[in-house]
């Protein structure tokens, strides 16, 4: 089946349901899978026990060490300073760094074994979020991006957000750009330029000034429009107001929590990135990116993933306890990752070089099993007749990770949608990995 892309029927008026089925000739009532549309229903009929809605990506910039953090090897050659510790899961350790997720890891799987033939950052970065490689003709959307495309909402503030966003943050890709991620930073800082800094009238007449002399300025000459003679600028413009004036800015204010819950997250950026995530999803925000940055450790491996870890370890476990604790951890899914993993081999200068050949990424929630492993890594791996170090048990690639995603939250990995210049893309290449849904 091919969906068109056709701008209009997106996230223009972020549809409910029943507006959106109700709409006529709006070619995205495709948009909604046969699955989506059983879970949707369902949650309707049940409200007590909702379908999976959401993401929150906790991503690792610079690409973690694997041995340092989910797949540690401790006493092998490989292993250097790495030390492993017990989680609350019989027989699955985690590195000793992460004592406070090593108590939530019941509610995690860790898939040992991705892979990836990406080794550098900017297109190993493509490759995992947006599961495909890169390629020159297209640019593929993000995870998020796709969420907000398949799945309808009634938000009134952005509903893909990065926050911390790295250098390459997430896109729209060939949806468009109306489904990048709005990008803001540590929440600890008001959001710029959202609050009217005149009187409400006179903001009242700029903005029908706005609307009705320079929209009608721009839309001159141009062939295409949308409904009812606007552009896609008349519709980012009138999103930008309804924003403003949204009670659900309050979100991003994690200064409305108790002083004790932010201590929880810990007094870094990132951390309190985490809690306005799940303050975020609790409005119904689809997708929120938090960025940790500085996990290239070509020198001084051991105290810079061990450095990072004491902000990423309090963080992911608030998270994961504050999403069950407002009864949004079977309605979120939480992925934790890189784009690729760290060497086995620590090089001259005690560091860890890139290493796309069997790495670790996290992902809970959703109704997805925890408490599981995936796939293996050698403690003394085996060089290939290339020089490069093997050995992986049960090889998932990247693309896997998307599939079982999209499986999760409803949307069929396989549908095919039509690129702007009429190329059938599906969703996903991947295949999900069967071990980590349920039943």
Known sequence: MHDSTARGCGSADHFSRRRLLAAAGCGGIAWLTPLAEMLTRAAERSPNRAAPRSVIVLWLQGGPSQLETFDPHPGSRYAGQTQAIQTVVP????????????????????????????GDHERATYNVKTGFRPDPTLIHPSLGAILCHQLSDAVEIPRHISIMPGAWPARGGYLGDQFDAFKVYDPQQRIPDITARVPEDRAQRRIDDLMNVVERQFARGRMR???????????????????????????????????????????????????????????????????????DSHANNHDIQHGLLQTLDPALAA??????????????????????????????????????????????????RGGVVVGETAADPKLDEKNRLQDVADPRPVEDIHATVLTALGVHYERELITPIGRPMALSDGSPIRELLPG
């Not at 407002?326 to 620590?346: A, H, K, M, N, W």
């Not at 090089?347 to 997805?368: E, K, Q, Y």
């Open 225 to 295: 429009q949308l409904d009812q003679g606007k552009t896609l600028h008349g519709y980012a413009i009138r999103d930008a107001l309804r924003m403003m004036s949204s009670d659900q800015l309050r979100a991003f204010d994690i200064q409305e929590e108790p002083e004790s819950r932010r201590q929880l997250y810990g007094d870094t950026p990132f951390g309190r990135g985490c809690l306005a995530a799940v303050r975020l999803i609790e409005v119904g925000v689809r997708c929120v990116e938090v960025t940790l940055s500085g996990w």
């Open 319 to 368: 998270l994961v306890r504050d999403l069950k604790e407002r009864d949004l951890f079977d309605r979120t899914i939480v992925l934790v990752g890189g784009e690729f993993g760290r060497t086995p081999q620590i090089n001259p200068a005690g560091g860890r070089d890139h290493w796309p050949h069997g790495f670790s990424i996290v992902l809970g929630g959703g109704g997805l």
């Open 91 to 118: 027989g699955l350790q985690i590195g000793s760094g992460l004592p406070l997720t090593a108590e939530i890891m019941d509610n995690l799987s860790v898939i040992r074994s991705v892979t990836s033939k990406e």
